[in-house]
């Protein structure tokens, strides 16, 4: 039951929403102490069993259609693996959630978990909320940053680069959206590409994403390297602008260079920070 857990809990996905609490709480000045340890914990795996279970459970009837499901891109767990999965996402976030509420940042920590729950759940489902979909999803890799930071004094530049990472996260919801355009409609789920259409929204992706890049050059040195790497995403995204609804699942091809980009941007990511500090 364990292994089913954490197989549902994305694990390759996990650093997208550890690293950025850990960097945004060491760059806030907040020191190494306890709180780092567990705040980098939560988002690390209870954070991702709450955030993925839950979806797993709600989009059940979508993503035993969808092919790429059932591997590093998903879980698609048994019915009696529903309940548990959900009892997980609470007995493995919530105490933690109260311990970090006592040192600050209620109401980030709040909605943050807000946005984990409305996201996939009914009757909110702001995932069946095209355009809401992906600002939520944004969401949740902002939020661990600001939560983050809010533990100490958010450093120079915090904002403008907290919204360059909400259109990245946008526009890599909006691209992950792409590839299940099929298995939605089959499995009577709503998205921003079932109601855009593939095409236009993976130009959308393409704009969202050199928004981000190019807003990262207005940052002190040598910021400017990780909006270099950041035209990654636009260019992986722009092979697939004439994407159409029957060939929308060769569009998990940009995902999985996705995946790996984010390693790679991650790392020169860290190396800038580090330079910084």
Same mark, same amino acid.
């Given at each position: 039951?364990?292994?089913?857990? /954490?197989?549902?809990?994305?694990?390759?996905?996990?650093?997208?929403?550890?690293?950025?609490? $850990?960097?945004?709480?060491?760059?806030? =000045?907040? !020191?190494?102490?306890?709180? /780092?340890?567990? !705040?980098?914990?939560?988002? *690390?795996?209870?954070?991702?069993?709450?955030?993925?279970?839950?979806?797993?459970?709600?989009?059940? #009837?979508?993503?035993?259609?969808?092919?790429?499901?059932?591997?590093? #891109?998903?879980?698609?767990?048994?019915?009696?693996?529903?309940?548990?999965?959900?009892?997980?996402?609470?007995?493995?976030?919530?105490?933690?959630?109260?311990?970090?509420?006592?040192?600050?940042? +209620?109401?980030?920590?709040?909605?943050?978990?807000?946005?984990?729950?409305?996201?996939?759940?009914?009757?909110?489902?702001?995932? #069946?909320?095209?355009? *809401?979909?992906?600002?939520?999803?944004? $969401?949740?890799?902002?939020?661990p940053a600001i939560? =983050?930071?809010?533990?100490?004094?958010?450093? #120079?530049?915090?904002?403008?680069?907290? $919204?360059?990472?909400?259109?990245?996260?946008?526009?890599?919801?909006?691209?992950?959206?792409?590839?299940?355009?099929?298995?939605?409609?089959?499995? =009577? *789920?709503?998205?921003?590409?079932?109601?855009? !259409?593939?095409?236009?929204?993976v130009r959308l992706?393409?704009?969202?994403? $050199?928004?981000?890049?190019?807003?990262?050059?207005?940052?002190?040195?040598?910021?400017w390297l990780i909006?270099?790497?950041?035209?990654?995403?636009?260019?992986?995204?722009?092979?697939?602008? !004439?994407?159409?609804?029957?060939?929308?699942?060769? +569009?998990?091809?940009?995902?999985?260079?996705?995946?790996? *980009?984010?390693?790679?941007? =991650?790392?020169?990511?860290?190396?800038?920070? /580090?330079? /910084?500090?």
């Open positions: 039951m364990i292994k089913q857990i /954490l197989h549902a809990s994305r694990p390759l996905s996990w650093v997208n929403t550890a690293f950025p609490f $850990a960097a945004a709480y060491l760059l806030s =000045g907040a !020191g190494v102490n306890w709180l /780092l340890i567990l !705040g980098t914990f939560f988002f *690390l795996i209870p954070y991702n069993i709450a955030m993925y279970g839950i979806n797993d459970v709600f989009d059940y #009837e979508s993503d035993i259609r969808n092919p790429r499901k059932g591997g590093v #891109e998903g879980a698609v767990l048994p019915k009696q693996m529903h309940t548990p999965l959900l009892w997980a996402s609470a007995l493995s976030t919530l105490p933690l959630l109260v311990i970090m509420a006592t040192q600050g940042a +209620v109401g980030w920590l709040l909605f943050s978990a807000f946005c984990v729950v409305a996201y996939s759940a009914p009757p909110l489902r702001f995932k #069946e909320r095209p355009v *809401l979909d992906s600002a939520t999803s944004s $969401a949740h890799f902002v939020t939560i =983050g930071a809010a533990y100490g004094q958010p450093p #120079e530049g915090f904002w403008l680069a907290m $919204a360059s990472f909400f259109l990245w996260g946008m526009a890599s919801h909006a691209l992950g959206a792409v590839q299940d355009v099929q298995s939605d409609r089959a499995g =009577g *789920l709503h998205s921003i590409a079932t109601k855009l !259409g593939p095409r236009l929204t992706v393409v704009v969202a994403y $050199a928004l981000a890049a190019s807003l990262l050059f207005f940052l002190p040195s040598p910021a909006g270099l790497a950041g035209f990654g995403y636009a260019l992986n995204a722009a092979r697939f602008m !004439g994407v159409t609804v029957q060939t929308s699942p060769s +569009v998990n091809r940009a995902w999985r260079v996705f995946l790996v *980009l984010n390693f790679v941007v =991650g790392a020169i990511l860290t190396m800038v920070l /580090l330079a /910084l500090t």
